[in-house]
């Protein structure tokens, strides 16, 4: 059997970005592998879902007495873990946890980093075996190295990421970062359990075939979303003819297949929700961030995501992401109906 060497795994490539970069630390690297190792637990339990008793409600007991935990529970306790048993992270916020969480030992406070993440997004997905995903935004800490965090840290605008990523457990497991110089995929490799490189440099297509929103709520939205979508069914012959509405329901799937495919996804307000559905700092700003250095764009339907000020952790925001000329013909029709 020949062995593909030229194949790279994600502490490879971390490796090689940090003997082109010298002046790097190394702290990055070392926290996006925390993250890697976390997502592989993750994923163990995420193939076992449909095996054992885990998809139950937090709290009640399996089979084998003991107490389930629903798999977003241990999602979220994997990654707080690793990343405090870590030394390169200060503190985490998550969509599990009301509060975040400052890492007060001596190590962690030294670290120039914090991380928010989704940890198990579409869970809802989990137990009709459709892909689901983790999402996380790292920052570096505007308050000084060697104290606790403080909830500024964490209320930064997207702009100001240092990286964001997304894992994908689906038909195989990726886990896609972006840092300001590029976006890179990995694939989890099970027969040696690494993070192996895939999809190097991902570019978004500046246009695509696909737009993905829920239907459901179509005369909820605003008229130029409306306006918008109906130019997507009428789009002429020599325009290519109508565009394919796809909708998994898991905005990681969503997102990652119109990265690499072209398109464009849409989460707006509705009158009964006007900021929507999705969370600013841990679901969209990742997406915005990593969406942007492929070449896309994002925005809340008037300003860019990554502009937001954002006042509280929890925080919703209307989320239109997607690639550049599908996401500036969406700004045109919002312009001319808003
Ligand atoms: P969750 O954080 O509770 O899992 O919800 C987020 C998910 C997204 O992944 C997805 O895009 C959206 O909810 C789907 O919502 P809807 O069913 O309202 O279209
Ligand atoms: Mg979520």
Known sequence: MSINRKVQTLDEFTIQQLRDFPQATGELSNLLRNIGLAAKRVNVEVNKAGLVDILGDAG??????????KLDV?????????????????GIASEELDDFVAFDDEKSIHSKYVCLFDPLDGSGNIDVNVSIGTIFGVYRR????????????????????????????????????ATRRGVNGFTLDPSIGEWTLSHPDIRCPEKGKIYSVNHGSFFEFDKGVQSYITACQQKSKEQGGPLRQRYVGSMVADVHRNLIKG???????????????????????PFAFIVGVAGGKATNGKIRTLDIVPSSL?????????????MEELETQLDQNG
């Not at 009640?60 to 935990?69: C, I, P, R, S």
């Not at 190295?145 to 964490?154: I, L, S």
């Not at 464009?264 to 559905?277: A, E, L, R, V």
């Not at 929890?314 to 599908?326: D, I, N, Q, T």
């Open 60 to 69: 009640t007991v399996n089979v084998q007495g003991e107490k389930v935990k």
């Open 314 to 326: 929890h925080e919703r925001c209307p989320f239109f992401v997607g690639s550049k000329l599908m």
């Open 74 to 90: 241990f999602a979220n306790d994997q990654f707080i873990k690793v990343l405090q048993h870590g030394i390169s992270c200060a």
């Open 263 to 285: 398109g464009i996804f849409m989460y707006p307000g509705t009158s009964s929700k006007p900021d929507g559905k999705l969370r600013l700092l841990y679901e969209c700003n």
């Open 142 to 177: 505007v308050t000084p190295v060697g104290t606790v965090v403080t909830k500024e840290d964490f209320l930064q605008p997207g702009s100001s990421q240092v990286a964001a990523g997304y894992v994908v457990y689906g038909s195989s497991t990726m886990l896609v970062y």
